[in-house]
Nanobody, 126 residues
Framework: QVQLVESGGGLVQAGGSLRLSCAASGRTFSSFDMGWFRQAPGKEREFVAA????????AYSGSVKGRFTISRDTAKNTLYLQMNSLKSEDTAVYYC???????????????????WGQGTQVTVSS
């Protein structure tokens, strides 16, 4: 079992930046693949970014690639999402998720993640 707690969300103007954090506790953080997903009002939850336990595999959705960066600090048991050049369409609740080591080709697949945080709201004003 692993517990995930997100923080760092808030209100920001378009073009601005935010850094989300996800603090993990429970089982060994370094053994999990970790990801960020988001859900906008009236829309389904979607993949944003993920990083494998080995850090060899990192994936981004096309809509955030080049603007967002996912990283993890094993010593702090924390996952990060640096979000730059934010757009109004980035407004959503952002969720941190974890899964046991899995095949790289499915790292962006939401149903393969077993553990979820409660989410943090990001609002981008235009």
């Amino acid at each position: 079992q692993v517990q995930l707690v997100e923080s760092g969300g808030g209100l920001v103007q378009a073009g601005g930046s935010l850094r989300l954090s996800c603090a993990a506790s429970g089982r060994t953080f370094s053994s999990f693949d970790m990801g960020w997903f988001r859900q906008a009002p009236g829309k389904e939850r979607e993949f944003v970014a993920a990083t494998a336990w080995s850090r060899v595999t990192t994936a981004y959705s096309g809509s955030v690639k080049g603007r967002f960066t996912i990283s993890r600090d094993t010593a702090k048991n924390t996952l990060y999402l640096q979000m730059n050049s934010l757009k109004s369409e980035d407004t959503a609740v952002y969720y941190c998720a974890a899964r046991d080591r899995g095949p790289p080709q499915s790292i962006a697949t939401m149903r393969t993640y077993d553990f979820w945080g409660q989410g943090t709201q990001v609002t981008v004003s235009s």
